[in-house]
């Protein structure tokens, strides 16, 4: 290959699990990871760490993001949106009882429990080393060389995709299996469900209230009542208070940034919108709007989970004094994508 890049950004991974990495820190959940996690079932009880798929309900929290809408496929004569319910007496003989039915979704990828791939977010930098800053994301992997779209037959294979992740897509991960030790640190539980920014001191003074101890290639999830509360509106958030509810950590904060670098945790969960504040940065200057995401996504290969639903995880967990347990978190194997629903399971 033609390496893609002469300079990386400062604190960066890029080049370290492989020239061609699309993984990042995910390559440290590795075998004796899994074996870690599994060391820690000892009830055999499992959590869905999901909200159902159509939540959180209308366009508030992101005006780009719409709940799934679900049809009925067409029929055996082509015939569309008719094939719910199709009856085998009236098609193939009277003699048959069978009834079928097939659905369609068009579902927007980041609209509720969800990844971030290492696509989702990139930025201007000089990977060139000629003084110019131009789009570039994770391990050097371009715009429309490596991630493509809009454009005609994107994907390459006449299914009429007009966008594809050639690279840093989510089958990666999905493919690997994203199992291994999750640890959680309950926010809620010290800090309420009040709109508030969580520095490192914060963070790590709950951590030892909690004894909670995270190590590489674990995944670290924050409980911050977030989704619960998601939950209760039931599928009509107010739409003020849905972007002023529950804690969310200070990207402002350059010790929690080098935390999350020197801690190498594999991937970053909250059940809140973004994991950090949306738009709260006092950065002055070139700069980005995320930090989180710009330093996980952009820098260090660590894909983050949004939106999880973690409230019934974490009351179990503080009943029986723990924090860890086996996670099982892989994306939809769909090539080419910048994010994914999924179904996460916590076993204990």
């Known amino acids: 290959m033609t390496k ?19 993984l990042g820190r995910i390559n440290l959940m590795t075998p004796e990871k899994v074996l870690q996690g599994v060391r820690e079932v000892e009830h055999g009880i499992t959590f869905s760490l999901s909200l159902p798929l159509d939540y959180p309900g209308g366009t508030s929290l992101n005006q780009r993001r719409y709940p799934p809408i679900l049809r009925p496929t067409e029929d055996l004569q082509h015939q569309q949106d008719v094939f719910y319910n199709i009856k085998a007496s ?81 089958e990666h991960m999905a493919e690997h299996g994203v199992q291994g030790r999750g640890v959680l640190i309950d926010l809620a539980h010290h800090l309420g469900t009040g709109y508030q920014a969580v520095d490192l001191a914060k ?13 590489p290639g674990d995944i670290l999830l924050l409980h911050t009542g977030f989704a619960t509360q998601l939950l209760a509106w039931e599928k009509n958030p107010d739409p003020v208070a849905i972007h002023r509810t529950a804690a969310y950590l200070d990207a402002d904060d350059p010790a929690l940034l080098d935390w999350i670098a020197e ?9 809140n919108y973004a994991v950090e504040g949306v ?44 924090s ?25």
């Not at 893609?4 to 699309?22: A, C, L, M, N, V």
């Not at 801690?263 to 059940?271: N, R, T």
């Not at 996670?327 to 080419?336: F, I, K, R, V």
């Open 4 to 22: 893609r890049w002469k300079q990386r950004p400062p604190g960066s991974t890029w080049g370290e699990f492989g020239e061609d990495d699309e």
């Open 90 to 170: 009236e098609h193939f003989s009277p003699d048959l009882v069978d009834v079928w039915s097939d659905d369609v979704v068009t579902l927007w990828l980041q609209y509720s429990t969800q990844w971030d791939s290492l696509a989702h977010q990139g930025a201007e930098f000089d990977a060139d080393g000629d003084g110019v800053a131009e789009p570039v994301y994770y391990n050097g992997y371009r715009p429309d060389t490596d991630l493509v779209g809009p454009r005609e037959d994107a994907k390459g294979d006449g299914s009429g995709s007009l966008s594809f992740a050639r690279h840093l897509g989510l």
């Open 203 to 215: 963070l790590q003074e709950i951590m030892a209230a909690d004894d909670v101890v995270v190590e």
């Open 263 to 271: 801690s190498q945790i594999a991937g970053l969960v909250a059940d």
């Open 279 to 322: 738009g709260v940065t006092q950065a002055q200057g070139p700069h980005t709007l995320l930090p989180i995401h710009h330093l996980c996504l952009f820098k260090l290969g660590v894909p983050l989970g949004e939106l999880w639903y973690l409230h019934d995880l974490a009351a179990w967990l503080r009943e029986h004094g723990r």
């Open 324 to 348: 860890r347990f086996l996670l099982t978190a892989p994306p939809l194997n769909l090539p080419g994508t910048q994010g994914s629903p999924l179904t996460p399971v916590a076993t204990v």
